[in-house]
DNA sequence: TGTTGGCACTCAGGTGAGCCGAGTGCTAAT
DNA sequence: ATTAGCACTCGGCTCACCTGAGTGCCAACA
């Protein structure tokens, strides 16, 4: 079933109009707008089809139409062009992302947080996926007795520590030697080839009574699996409340109230991430809209997420979320341009 | 001007009705509500005079009386009695405190959590004040070429660190020279008297070419620096959208767009704190009630917090921020609660 | 077959009148 | 100092009404 040129520049139009004014669109209005060469009573008609076909809703029987969910997929798949950012935008958005931390992780909150200063809209972003980075360095820092810092040094060049306890009375070359010996037999490991079993054979020819690099061993081996673990960031709720879609304060409670939930949130997107890497249509970005999106009290908006790359098949997530009622094209640019400017400078990092 | 004891039961009475029920409160139904063994006429006298008073006041003239913030601040200051927690509330709030984590910062936001949960508000909880902690080692860590970690560890068991850029050819040999001058001759000084020339002059007895020197001493003294600022942590924002109290959109829009910038706010609790410590009139909670607040937004809100204490003069704060239509008895007891475990864990954990 | 003008119908939202009731201030009596 | 009584206020609710944008359908036309 494809639709008609007339049809789909109807379509196009309806969810144009609807974006920028916040109401339902009718046949008349549509006609003074857009220099469609009939009349109204064809649009009428077009607009019935559509409605048949699934694009299109009425909130009511005697009002314009608004863009069902299936609406904007058909928009944003077929229809919309995507702009391209002002050279203002542009130099906006790079001079917010270049040149600014030389962290990884910060660089990655920035480009978000930019992100959300460009759109409006919340802006998320996902820790490095590390499964797949390999281990540089592992060390284990004697802080005082009974306490350890673990410190890893990934691929990628990503630093994580933890703070872990040990047996009171192990000694400062104890560890030295329980340190070395991991280190040496574990680097070049990626992060999900390592296992418990993995870690005690690695130390298996140091001289430490068993008893005590056990438990050393366990803590060491959580500090590495306590790396792998996605977070999440959002940025920018607040901005939602001056959206009229969610001006109801039940939405908008709902709204808030799943994002709180980082951990939930974080699982999503991830999914995301996954099912677009199985079914093999890796675009440039992904979009979800409306009821697409499996979490509650997001029916009103779009998730539009895009990867960034830390080479070593080290990858996460930026991404924005806002009303499905949006500029998507405007959106997409502003990502993938903000997407392009962080991809260079975490390339620089390295 | 002290209020006579009929009148202060008034003023009482009143707060307690409007906080259970949301609703301006008239003269006859105080009468039903408490026994009073005087007539509603009586009492109508005694409310004009509060509100001469400035202790309450109309929303408008033919509705029942609200308390003014001043009316709030009579109530906390000197008619509330403290509630004391059911055991059941107790165990419950030590269950999730107590023995789930080793670090510090993890403990005190986990304490933050609980007591968002319990009271159904904001919480907050500030990053322990560390100026006046000492260091007890610090550690540079060759990571790769041109890229090191510092690693501090301060007194009362905190471990901060931070990767820097160093000169690429540095040797990792230097880099434990240079690390163990410095840690040899910094350990055991507090924060604050650390400057740049003290960590310039900690290593000005090792070989290392000055001009390499330089770079590496600079970026530990910012690490250093930047391990004693302060940070905020809010959590439960959206429970507000839930009150009646912020209903209005605009309110909660304010409210949660001021909570945003945290800097602003830490800042703000920062303040309260010190304005406390100079007033010596050190209490065991400080509070601030609607405009009271200086911040866009919060006149609807109250300000709830108290200092957990990590010895060696190391301090931060927990606390809560709510409508200030609230339980001000209940909610200050767990957040008293909340306080003396955290106080309790913390200990253990030094 | 696609397009058009015309017409009856629908319905959300805004307006205004009217009522209700909780609450007040004031006054005169106790 | 307290009380009973009374006139007055005013927010909020309900109801009826109107308006206007928009629709669906039909008959006519190219």
Redesign the pocket.
Known sequence: MELDD?KKRVLQAIVDDYVATN???????LIERHNF??????L??D??EL?RLGFIE????????IPSDRGYREYVDSLMKIDTLSQKEQQEIESRIAGTVDEATELIKNAAHTLSEATGFISLSMSPRLRKSFLKQIKLLMIEPGKALVVLVLSAGVVKDKIVRIPNFITDEQMMQISGAIEKNLTGKPLDEITLVTVETAAKDTEIPSALLRQVLYEAYTAIKQADQLSIYLEGEHKMLAFPDFSSMGRARDLLGTLSDSGMVAGYVNEMENQAAVSGKKDSYMIRIGQEIALEGLDDCSFITATYDMGDTVFGNIGVIGPKRMDYSSVISKMDFVKKKLNEELKKLT
């Open positions: 007339r109401e339902p669109v009718g046949s008349k209005s060469q009939v009349s109204s009573a064809t009428r008609n607009m019935a409605e009425k909130p009511h029987t005697s009002a314009g139409r």
